[in-house]
């Protein structure tokens, strides 16, 4: 049986939110959900799904559908993105690459 896990309710609208703007960006280029699933390679059960917002959907096919409907993404254009993905990649240079959980030093000396 497959275990359910709860997501946080901003997690909820959040997919909700970006399955809403999938399903108007292929509403306005005037594709069915058949024609989408076309472009993408997938079912067209599967656009339904990623466009209700339910979870589970594999993140790369949702960003796909957002970008081939034109919904942008980290308040970017498609264009814009491979600059927004170069920042984060030097960001995170900078940063440790291993996060080590701190000691915590007990005074037991009373």
Same mark, same amino acid.
């Given at each position: 049986?497959?275990?359910?896990?709860?997501? &946080? /309710?901003?997690?909820?609208?959040?997919?909700? !939110?970006?399955?809403?703007q999938i399903a108007a960006g292929r509403r306005e280029h005037g594709w069915?959900?058949a024609d989408l699933a076309g472009r993408l390679g997938v079912a067209p059960?599967?656009?339904?799904?990623?466009?209700?917002? !339910? /979870?589970?959907?594999?993140?790369?096919? =949702?960003?796909? !559908?957002?970008?081939?409907?034109? =919904? /942008?993404?980290?308040?970017?254009?498609?264009?814009?993105?491979?600059?927004?993905?170069?920042?984060?990649?030097?960001?995170?240079?900078? &940063? /440790?690459?291993?996060?080590?959980?701190?000691?915590?030093?007990?005074?037991?000396?009373?």
């Open positions: 049986m497959k275990r359910t896990r709860s997501l &946080l /309710p901003a997690t909820t609208h959040a997919l909700t !939110a970006l399955g809403a069915s959900a059960a599967l656009v339904g799904r990623i466009e209700r917002g !339910a /979870p589970g959907t594999a993140v790369g096919t =949702v960003l796909e !559908a957002a970008i081939v409907c034109g =919904v /942008p993404l980290f308040s970017v254009d498609a264009e814009e993105l491979p600059g927004v993905a170069a920042l984060a990649r030097d960001r995170l240079a900078l &940063l /440790p690459r291993r996060v080590h959980r701190r000691r915590i030093e007990i005074d037991d000396d009373f």
